[in-house]
Structures are given as C-alpha cells and as structure tokens.
Nanobody, 118 residues
Framework: QVQLVESGGGLVQPGGSLRLSCAAS????????MSWYRQAPGKERELVAF????????HYADSVKGRFTISRDNAKNTVYLQMNSLKPEDTAVYYC???????????WGQGTQVTVPS
C-alpha cells in the first residue's frame, strides 16, 4: 500500500526553523516529482515547493523563496523541507505529494501541522 508519511511539524516561534520529512513507500520514489503543499485555515491548498525526480530542478513559491529549501534522498525514499526564518503566515498543514508526470499518478500524505504564533 502506497504511503507518504510526513513528520517534523510543530510549534515554533517567529524566526525559527523546522525541518519536515516525508517518507515514501510502496512505489518507485525515484520516478516521482515530489512536492510540498500547504493549507492554512480558510484558504485553498497552495504549492510551496517541488523537486524533480532526480533532484536536479527545484521550484519555490515566491512567498518562501530564500527561506525554504526542498531536497530529496532517493536512497532513503524521503523528501525534506527545510524551513528557516518562519513567519506567522507560514502557519498551515503541510502536505507531501508525489506525482509521476508520465501518467499523472499522484499520491498525498496525511499532513503535518506547522504553527508559528504571531
């Protein structure tokens, strides 16, 4: 059974850092583009960052450029999101997504809460 399990969320003060992890299983992780999305209360889910299957290309939302870094370890079937200089507006549930661009097959994790109090 395909699983994406996020971890690393929590409560952090403004200016602090967190590192999210997403461990994948039961599919060929190295074929999939991996993304982090987030959804704040009352708002739509938005793309935060993605990384290509081989890890060469990355893309970030303007709101997190220069503060967040996405990376992956294909040997460990894990994708990471290093979040620095956190702001209250970063408060959201963060979701991991795997997408195989050839077939548009897509999987989602259950989400992990990140809270940055104002």
């Amino acid at each position: 059974q395909v699983q994406l399990v996020e971890s690393g969320g929590g409560l952090v003060q403004p200016g602090g850092s967190l590192r999210l992890s997403c461990a994948a299983s039961a599919f060929t992780f190295s074929l999939y583009r991996m993304s982090w999305y987030r959804q704040a209360p009352g708002k739509e889910r938005e793309l935060v960052a993605f990384i290509s299957s081989g890890g060469v290309s990355t893309h970030y939302a303007d709101s997190v450029k220069g503060r967040f870094t996405i990376s992956r370890d294909n040997a460990k079937n894990t994708v990471y999101l290093q979040m620095n200089s956190l702001k209250p507006e970063d408060t959201a549930v963060y979701y991991c997504n795997a997408e195989w661009l050839v077939s548009s097959r897509s999987y989602w994790g259950q989400g992990t809460q990140v809270t940055v109090p104002s």
